[in-house]
């Protein structure tokens, strides 16, 4: 698999904090971190906007997909609540993830704690072809 060079830039209030890593040889994400000065309380039901202190010059043709991680999902209820969050090409400003406290209880985010992970995936921008009708297929307009 060939790497494909992501140039980053940690901003002042996560330049402590370490890159994202690959947890695993296969692993298709990188987890992101938490980069909030103090503790931060998501209670049941809100949403927020969790600092990560990374700002990512994708090249042309790239994406960085934000997900949730499976873990927070299913022990806690916190989910990324634009999933998956996009990261354009041309976006230079910090990564912020918009996390949702699904559950019951109040979830704590602590400084450096793994909130969401980030795939990097090429994109496909498409040219319309506009028509009075479209081909038909077996299936047509069935679906909903």
Same mark, same amino acid.
Do not use: C
């Given at each position: 698999?060939?790497?494909? #060079? ?8 996560? @330049? *402590?904090? %370490?890159?994202?890593? =690959?947890?695993? @040889?296969?692993?298709?994400?990188? *987890?992101? $971190?938490? +980069? ?7 209670? %049941? /039901?809100?949403?927020?906007?969790? %600092?990560?202190?990374?700002?990512? +010059?994708? %090249?042309?043709? =790239? ?10 999902? $299913? ?10 969050? #996009?990261?354009?090409? *041309? =976006? ?19 400084? /450096? ?19 009075? /009708?479209?081909? *038909?297929? +077996?299936?047509?307009? /069935?679906? =909903?």
């Amino acid at each position: 698999m060939t790497a494909v #060079t992501v140039t980053v830039q940690r901003l002042p209030h996560g @330049a *402590d904090l %370490p890159l994202p890593e =690959y947890a695993t @040889a296969g692993s298709a994400g990188l *987890d992101l $971190l938490a +980069a909030n000065a103090d503790p931060m309380t998501l209670a %049941p /039901g809100a949403r927020m906007l969790v %600092p990560t202190g990374l700002a990512i +010059a994708l %090249p042309r043709g =790239y994406e960085a997909q934000v997900r949730p991680r499976s873990g927070l999902a $299913l022990k806690n209820g916190i989910t990324v609540l634009n999933s998956p969050g #996009t990261v354009d090409s *041309d =976006y230079r400003g910090e990564i912020g993830v918009i996390l949702a406290n699904l559950g019951s209880e109040p979830f704590a985010i602590s400084r /450096g704690m793994r909130i969401a992970q980030m795939v990097v995936a090429p994109v496909t921008q498409i040219a319309w072809a506009e028509a009075d /009708g479209l081909p *038909d297929t +077996a299936r047509g307009a /069935g679906g =909903y």
